[in-house]
Structures are given as structure tokens and as C-alpha cells.
């Protein structure tokens, strides 16, 4: 009987070899871990069996000569007494080590892969960002690493019970082979009922699963849908729905337990059974003289102690393939080639002044083309507005202009040099883009700002007054050194929006790229902000607007429409575009955000 | 066969151990304390489903219990009766007491089966139910208890804390039930063999209470550390992610790739701490398992002669001694279960008791259809837990009216518009609507009379249609599509890929706002209100669909008492009468004439807002 090897049979083999690659990468990693957990999960096997044959001991020399004749030796009583106690620690020892140093393995896998992960999300190009949600890469880290590494779990479990099966099938045949007989027919049906039961429960398991699910996100709409439901008077109807969802929550979680009900008592009765036949047989034996009480007793609880493995392997292929598509998620994100190894450009620039150069762009965002043969240059000290409609592509224009995106065709100029053959830390100095998402760090005002870049005091405080941030930055608790974020203050849109700008014109960039991060901020201060950018020497201001009053501060206005550009100009002359003038109108019609 | 129970429970246990830290993942909250007594005793008060056939449920406990005792039992019997009888081997007796214990054990199997599906039954009815009752009672309650900031957690209460509830009724509470009466059984037969051995059973075990204890409660405390560990590494991966692009554009990568790779580290730690304890369970409860067969095996060597112990009970008890250490463990490791399940049960009970604010009348009046009148009068309204909103408003709004409510965000004007369509009620203060005060109105005829549509126009995740016909489900086909007509929206309808049966997906999400609010919209005309509240998007809409919303809304509004929350002034401009909101007073009330001359906060908001949109 061999309970691992017949659950095998009854996986898919494809499954299976995926898994058991699973494990081998972890036992790459964490070696150490999983040879001692292993080794303990063998050294309960063996004191495991050591303790029914003891008991055996203890039965034949101390009880029976004690009880039945009246002879009790003492140091049969201590030996047997201080055996039990060892061999009982012994077992203890062996499942502390076992659960420990599994957990060792466990987590010290989770942490490499979860350190691989991270690193990809900080290495891997934008357009990988841009095609995930946040959502479902924090899931990667969370629920998948813990499902994944589930498979981790009983691997020594597995080994030390198949251990514990082979060393109690051969104390079995030891003690008789009549009695390993039994061991031999009844251990095998325990494994197909065992198997029978983790398929059979697969289905209505997982109905349990998706109608939670479903349940969740109908509490969910109708929470959030509330002002509707209310005002219409249909919370009773809510309610109904609810109970229809629920109601499959209760209908799938009645099959499972049905399941369980028929086979769980039946498996866990089956070795009591075997135990009965046991001893049928076995008092015929005794009364042949081929068997003592205390074998009997011995394989008795050897019975006991073989009814479980077969148990554990069924969960441990139970949990194998939910393990494999869980680390086929993460490891969708660890194959993909990071930008650390590709092109890394290493011309210096000169920093002033500076030029924006676009020339035949073309870019395109899951084969569907946003922008067509784009070409169009902002010299220096101009301010420059992109107008077009939502979806036109002017936030992938700032995702051009700053590498993270790049074009399918056509050349981007930053001072007339190959934005691409550009150091790094060259570009991010001239070039600096204010995001539309003013995303804050939970750190201190200062390091949202600074983001680890060296500036002077006066850099920083300059920056800080042309962003306009200078006034509620005083007024924080802390000032600079205010802590941001969950544990800390939370800013408005507004605020938020200068600190980003403080961000990106620190240290005198010569090329702003304002991707809409003014839209929170009040329009006369948006002006002060403005006016500000202007006082400086040589600087280029791109501003995508969406604001009458913004455009009308540009020198120059590029309107984009279906993916080219429609027009350039001043607003004036862009107003005889029919295109341009109905969205300035809806614009207009915008007015004031509350 | 103790070994097995022993065995299959230490798996269980450390599986289900698994999932419990899996869930406690999504528990940010702490645990309240409260007797368990009293939260079971409330409970049974709020699910009667438990209550039925709860001796029943003993009763088949105990036959599940006698399973496990035949065996040992039957060791005995055999041992002392069978194998050494007058006349030696009895086989006669062997056989027929084998008969029995297969007897036994076999009925156990089918008694098992039907208590499993008798507690799953009623453990998850009872969930159902409390599911339903808590969603009932939630919907119900004030708007005030809908905050925004609130929202997670009622839905929490009938999604998370009812499933943490439900594994534990699969699990835990099974354990509970069948595992004390197991022990109850055991030591029921252990003194039937020798008073005197189980009072040493006993003594050995009790010193395991204490230590479990205090193994638990370091559990609790390491794996709240995990718990928070974790949400740390969480934080710092998200802000990894949503901030991808500053990160990038900024080279601001190695600052961030350490602060995760210290929380990594420090979450791997803590959950080798915590899992130390875990892992100490095992040796201290095998320990206390070999202390008590010793123990049994040398007090029956010393005592057992005189007490006329036979071998065969001395046997039978060394292995009742081994039955009793399964229960035990497993009880251990659900504690923790339970207690995390008792204090969410406890957070789901206590939903129960947040008092429902807005009662419908029996019997109401009903609105006759038309444009309604509508009168205010001192009204107040302040949060149950928060601060005033609104104070000594009053205002009459003749019927026909075409109103636009300013303000400045927080100046009250949205609770304004809410307490109309009885969202909440005033503190104190009344509404009448064409005379009759609000809360004598009959609810039917309220929300078909009165029709609020929302800034976002929510959707629910189902097609056009159904969403129109969310406030009338008896609504035609035809019906709706009279409502778009009427609208003059039946262009717009049809250029959607599906028209009518277009999917929004959830919250609307799959079509734009503007046109979120226009399937709102249609949703109001086909009730056909007397009076209308819209609370206008605040977000631009693209061209196209801002003239349909306005032209379609002008159409709704005909013939309608209109009250507009305005968020841009070109509709308070065409309004016949505008109502200035501030710090929760009504401050101005006049026509656009009359206030952009006052000088007044509307001028104020006005002239910021010409500002901004000034002559193209």
C-alpha cells in the first residue's frame, strides 16, 4: 500500500511534474530548512513506531505479569516508564522541527519570490503598468505567494509518512504476516476512498468559492448604489436578491458537507474495522502461542498510527494544483525580460538651454494606434498647451517624452540629441514630468519632493514657493519633515498637486512636462504657479489642459484629434477648427469643479 | 486506532490553521472583548434556527462518541473474557462481541453522517438568515450610517465576518460540539474501569489548560504582528505600483527597492516568531500524551493489584488515555478560531442594534401626480456621531418651480436635497410636501413622486434596460423605450452596440458619466415624479452628450417641480430661483439678477467662476 503513489495515478501527471518542480525550486532555495524539517517528519515516523512497540513491551512485561500474576518487576516498570517519555519526546521533537523549519522554507521561499517580484515591479517598462491593474499585482505578492507556497507545506509530511508506512509495514510483518495482511487490504481502500472524496468535492468547492464571490460584489454594488436604492424604495428587492445569492452560498455548502459527511465518517471508521478483523484473528493466533498480547496490543496501535498518511497525501494533492496555477501568475511577471537589461543610453547633455524635438511618432497601445505620425518641437523658453478630447493620447506623449513608453516608430530629440542615447540621470535633470495622478509617498513632504535626489535647502524652498505649496506647508504640523500618507496627514487635491509640481521643478529642469497636474488647484493660484514657471531663464513648459484659463496662457496651442495633430496656433486661430471650438465650449460649460 | 484520531486531527488542525491566518489577513479591526457567554446567548436570541433540535444534536454527538469508545471496549472484553475465559479460548464470545463493536461502529458511520448534515443544515441556514436579517437591517438604516468612510465595513459585516463566522460553524464548531462530548464519553468509561486512574489522567492534564492558554495568546500577539507585517509590505509594494511612473521618470527606484526589501525581511521574520509557537504545540502536547500513558501505566503497576484491576481494562484504559489527548489538541487549536469568530459574530450582532431612523407610515397619504409644493420649516439635521449640517433652514418652493442649490463642497447642500427625497429625516425641524408632512406620506407613492438622480447616476452591473427599470421592475419594453423618447435620447440608445440590452458593467463603468446620467435620467421619466433632484457630475462631459443631457433634462423637467444641485453656474443662471448654501444656513435666495448684484457669496462664486471661463 502505497497511499502517495495511488493518488498519483488519479492526478494529472502534467499537474503533478509542475508541482514537484515547484518544490525542487524551493529546495534550491532553502535546502538547509527542508532536509531538517524532513528529518524531523522522519524521526515522528520512526519514534511514532517505536512507541506502539513499547507499548507492546510494556504490555507483555509489565501489565500482564503485574495484573494476571502478581510479579511485577520494577525496573520492567521504570524502563518501560522512561521509554515511553523518551520516545514521546522524541516524536515531539520530531514535529516541532518538522513544522519549524518548514515554515523556515516556507517563508524563506515566499521572500525570495516575493524580493524577485518586487524587483520586477520597480525594473519592468511602463507598459507593463499599464496594462495591470495595482490590484491584481499586489495579489501577486499576497494571496498567490500563500497559495503557491501552500505546496510547501506537507512535503515533508509526505516524505516522513511514506517513511512511517514502509517502517510500520515491516514491524507488521515482524509481529506477523497475517496481520501486515489485513494492513495490505484495507490501507489501499482507505487511499481510493480518499481519492474518491477529494475529486468528487472539487466541483461543489469551488461553486462554494464563486458564489461567495458573486455574493460579496452584489453587497458591494448595493452599498455603494445606496442613494438609488433608497430613493427609489427598493431596498426590500435588495434584500430579495441577496437571499437568492446567498441562498447558493447555503445550497453549494450543504453538497460539500453532504460529501463530507458521507465519506469522513466512513475513512475514519474504516481502520476501527480493520482493528475488529485484527482482533479476531489475532486472539486465535495468541491462542495458538504465535502472538503475545503485547504484539496484538502493538499492532493495534500500528493500525492507528497508518490510517493517517493516507489522509495527509490526499491533501497535499488536493492543494498541488491550485499551488501551480498560483505560481504560474507569479511567474507570468518573473519570466518577463526587465528594462535593467536593455538599451541604457550614456551621452551627457548640456543643461541649457534645451530642446524638445518630436519627430514622425508613431505609438500604440495594445496594437490599437493612439498617436499617428506625430511631429512637432517646443523651443526653448516656450510654453506649449496639448489640447484634445479624453483618450486622444496626450498622457502618452508624457510617457514618451520621459522613456517610460516607447514609440512604435519615429524619433524623439532632447537637445538635439536621441532621447534614448541619453544618460538617464541627464534626462530626468532637464526633463521633469508633473503626472496627472499626484501620487504621494507615505514619507515626509521633503522626500516627496526630493525623491532621493541631492538639492540645497534654497533649490528646495524656491521650488516650493513657485508650486505655491509654501503656505500649507507651514501650516502642517512639521512643516517639510510632515509625514505623509496613511499614518500621517492627508492632503487635499490641490495641495497634493503642488507638492508633485514642487517635485518636478526642483534644481531648474529646463523642460516641464505638466501632464493636467494643475486641474485641483484653484485657477488664480494656477496663474501664480504659472507666472512663477516664467520668471526662470530658458524654461519650456508642455501643459496639457483641459482648463480655458490654462490654454489661454500658452504661446502656442497643439490641438490633437483621432490620433494626429489637427492644428497649431494660438487659441484664437484654433477657435475656427469646428472640432476645437465645440470641445473649448464644453470646457467652458465645465466651469468650476465644486 | 487513538493514534489515527490523534493524527488526522494534528493535520486538520494545521490546515485549517492555514486558512484561519488567511482570513485574518483582510481583519484590520480589533477585537472587541466579549464574554462568550454573552455573545452566544445573544446569538440563539437573533437566530432561532440554532435553537431547534439542539438536544437532538447532543444526542448524536454521543452516539458519534461511542464510536470511538467500542474499540477500547471491546479490547477489554476480548482481552479478559474471551481469550482467557474458564475453559480458554471463548470463540463463541469473540465472534459475537466482534459482531457488536462491527455492529457499533458501522451504525456510527451512518449516525456520523447525519449529524454532519444536520449541524451543516443548521449552521449554514442560521448563516443565511443572519446574512439576510444584518443586509435587511443595513439597508434600512440613515444615510448617516452610509458614509463613505463607513461603507467598508458594513459591507464587511455581511461578506467577510459571515464567512469568517461560516468556517468556523464547518470547523470549529463541529469540534466543539462532537470533541467535548468525546471527552465527557472517555473519561465516563475511564472511571467505569478505575476512579482512582482517571483522577491521574486528570491531574496530568490539567497543568496543559494553563499552557495552551498562554502558547495561544503569544499566537495571538505574533500573528497580529504578522498580520500587520504583512499590510506594511502590502503598502509599500502598492505604493510601488501605483506610483510606477513617478518612480521611473523620477530614478527613484534603489530608495524604494530598499524600504521594500526591509519590509519583506521584517514580514518574513515575524511570521517565523509567530510560527514558532505554532510549531511548539507539537512537542508539548506529545509530551503531556507520553506523561499520561507513563503515568497511567506505573499508578495502574502500583494500584492496580489491590483494586483488582484485570490487564485487560489497564490495557483498554492506556488506550482511552490516548483517545483523550486528540480531543484536546484539537480544542487547543480552535481556540483561536473561536475566539476570532465569537468577536466577529459579536461586530455582525451588534449591527442588529444601530437603530433604524426613518420609519414608513403604515398608511400613508398618497401624492396626487403633478408638481408638488414643497415647504421647509427650522429644519436641523447633525450626524448620530458627528457635527451639525444643517441648522434652521427653512424655505417654501412653489410648485413648478425650477430650482438651483450653490455652496461651497460641505455647505450642506446635498443633505439638503436628501432630507426632500427622505434619504434621512431633520434632528428636528419638518418637510411638508404639498402640505402633508413628509413622514405621513406613504412610501410607494413618495418614491415614485419624488425621483432623486445622483452626481455619478450609479449603475448597477446589468443592462440598460434593467437599470431603467430598476424603480418600476413591471416596466414594458416599450414603457422604457417611451421614457428615452420622451427624452429625446432614442439616437444616443441606438448607437450603443447593444442599445437598450447594452451591458454598464459595474457601477456603469463601461459607459461614461455623462451617460450614466442620462440611462438616470430615463429611469426618473418613466416614474414620472412630481419632483426631481439631480445632483449635476461634477466631472466634464464630453460634448456630444452634454447637449443631450441638457436638451433631455430640459424635457424632464417640464411640467416638474426641479431642484438642481449646481456645480456649474450656467444652470443657476436659467434657474427661477437659486438657494446659496453655507456652513449648513441658508445664506441668499433670489434669481441670478438678483444675486450676482448682492455682492454676496453667489457673487463671489460667480464672478471665480467667469474667471475661469471668460469670453472665448
Known sequence: MQPPITQLEGSDSNQFRRGLKLISRSLKLRPFSHAIAITGACLFSIAAVVLTRVLGYATDDVIIPNLDNNSLDKRDLWLAFTLIIAVGLARGLGAFLRRYFLAGARYGTELYWRRQLFNQYLDLPMSFHRKKSPGELLAHADNDMMIASLALMPLAFTIGTFFLTIVALVNLFLIHPAIALIALVLFPLLAAMNKSYSQRVVAPASSVQEAVGNTSSLVHESFDGILVVKSLGRGDQEVERLRESAEKIRKHRISVGRLRAIFEPAIYALPNLGVIALLMIGTWLIDKGSLTIGELVSAIALFGILAFPVRIAGIFFEELPRSVVALDRIDEVLNLESSQHQHQGTKAISSEPSTLRIENVEARYDDQLILNNISFSVESGEVVALVGPTGVGKSTIADLVGSLQQPTSGNIYLSNTLLNDIKPSDRTKTLTIAFQESFLFADTVKENILLGRQFTDRELQEAIEIAQANDFISHLPDGLDTQLGERGVTLSGGQRQRVTLARALIGNPQIIFLDDSTSSVDPVIEKRILDGLRTRKNISLVIVAHRLSTIKLADRVIFLNNGVIEGTGSHQELMRLEAYASLAKAYEKAGVDS | ?616
Open chain 2, 1 to 616: 486506532m487513538s493514534q489515527s484520531r490523534h493524527s488526522r486531527r494534528n493535520t486538520r488542525g494545521e490546515i485549517s490553521f492555514q486558512k484561519s491566518e488567511a482570513a485574518s489577513l483582510s481583519e484590520g479591526e480589533n477585537e472587541e472583548k466579549t464574554g462568550a457567554l454573552v455573545v452566544l446567548r445573544r446569538g440563539l436570541q437573533v437566530s432561532p434556527e440554532l435553537r431547534t433540535g439542539a438536544g437532538l444534536t447532543v444526542l448524536m454527538a454521543l452516539i458519534v462518541a461511542s464510536g470511538s469508545l467500542a474499540i477500547p471496549v471491546l479490547i477489554q472484553q476480548i482481552l479478559d473474557q474471551g481469550l482467557r475465559g474458564e475453559d480458554g479460548l471463548r470463540s463463541n464470545f469473540i465472534y459475537i462481541s466482534c459482531a457488536i463493536a462491527f455492529f457499533i461502529v458501522s451504525f456510527v458511520i451512518f449516525a456520523q453522517r447525519a449529524t454532519y448534515n444536520r449541524l451543516v443544515r443548521v449552521a449554514e441556514t442560521t448563516i443565511l438568515e443572519l446574512r439576510v436579517r444584518v443586509f435587511r437591517h443595513l439597508h434600512r438604516l440613515s444615510l448617516a450610517d452610509h458614509q463613505e468612510s463607513r461603507k467598508g465595513i458594513l459591507t464587511a459585516r455581511v461578506t467577510s465576518d459571515i464567512e469568517t463566522l461560516s468556517q468556523f460553524a464547518q470547523w470549529g464548531a463541529i469540534a466543539w460540539i462532537v470533541d467535548s462530548v468525546i471527552i465527557v464519553g472517555t473519561l465516563t468509561v475511564m472511571a467505569i474501569y478505575s476512579w482512582q486512574l482517571t483522577l491521574v489522567v486528570i491531574a496530568i492534564y490539567l497543568p496543559i489548560i494553563p499552557i495552551l492558554k498562554a502558547i495561544q495568546q503569544q499566537q495571538f500577539l505574533k500573528y497580529r504582528e504578522v498580520r500587520e507585517a504583512v499590510s506594511e509590505t502590502l503598502g509599500q509594494a502598492s505604493e510601488a505600483v501605483t506610483a510606477a511612473p513617478v518612480i521611473r521618470s523620477y530614478g527613484y527606484q534603489s530608495s524604494i527597492r530598499s524600504k521594500l526589501e526591509m519590509a519583506n525581511q521584517n514580514q518574513y521574520r515575524r511570521q517565523i516568531k509567530a510560527h514558532k509557537f505554532f510549531a511548539l504545540l507539537a512537542p508539548v502536547m506529545d509530551t503531556f500524551s507520553a506523561l499520561s500513558i507513563a503515568g497511567v501505566i506505573v499508578a495502574g503497576s502500583y494500584l492496580g493489584p489491590d483494586m483488582g484491576l484485570t490487564s485487560g481494562e489497564m490495557i483498554a484504559f492506556v488506550f482511552l488515555t490516548t483517545i483523550l489527548i486528540a480531543p484536546i489538541w484539537e480544542l487547543g487549536e480552535v481556540l483561536d478560531q473561536t475566539q476570532t469568530a465569537l468577536a466577529g459574530w459579536w461586530k455582525i450582532l451588534s449591527v442588529l442594534d444601530v437603530p433604524i431612523e426613518v420609519h414608513e407610515p403604515e398608511s400613508g397619504e398618497k401624492l396626487r401626480p403633478g408638481a408638488v409644493e414643497i415647504e421647509a420649516s427650522n429644519i436641523n439635521f447633525r450626524y448620530r456621531t458627528g457635527s451639525q449640517i444643517l441648522s434652521d433652514v427653512s424655505i417654501r418652493i412653489p410648485a413648478g418651480t425650477n430650482v438651483a442649490v450653490v455652496g461651497e463642497t460641505g455647505s450642506g447642500k446635498t443633505t439638503f436635497v436628501k432630507l426632500l427625497a427622505r434619504i434621512a429625516d431633520p434632528t428636528n425641524g419638518q418637510i411638508t410636501i404639498n402640505g402633508v408632512p413628509i413622514h405621513e406620506i406613504d412610501a410607494e407613492s413618495r418614491h415614485t413622486s419624488i425621483q432623486m438622480v445622483p452626481q455619478d447616476g450609479f449603475l448597477f452591473d446589468q443592462t440598460i434596460r434593467e437599470n431603467v427599470a430598476f424603480g418600476k421592475p413591471d416596466a414594458s419594453k416599450e414603457e422604457i423605450q417611451t421614457a428615452f423618447q420622451s427624452l429625446g435620447l432614442t439616437d444616443w440608445l441606438n448607437k450603443l452596440p447593444e442599445g437598450m440590452d447594452t451591458q454598464t458593467g459595474s457601477r456603469g463603468e463601461r459607459i461614461s458619466v455623462g451617460e450614466r446620467q442620462l440611462v438616470a435620467l430615463a429611469r426618473a421619466q418613466l416614474a414620472n415624479p412630481g419632483l426631481l433632484i439631480l445632483d449635476e457630475a461634477t466631472s466634464a462631459v464630453d460634448p456630444e452628450t452634454e447637449v443631450a443631457l441638457v436638451s433631455a433634462l430640459e424635457r424632464l423637467s417640464q411640467g416638474r417641480t426641479t431642484i438642481s444641485v449646481a456645480h456649474r453656474l450656467s444652470t443657476a443662471e436659467k434657474a427661477d430661483l437659486i438657494i446659496v448654501f453655507d456652513q449648513g444656513k441658508i445664506v441668499e435666495t433670489g434669481t441670478h439678477q438678483e444675486l450676482s448684484t448682492q455682492n454676496g457669496i453667489y457673487a463671489d462664486l460667480h464672478n471665480t467662476w467667469m474667471g475661469n471661463t471668460q469670453t472665448i
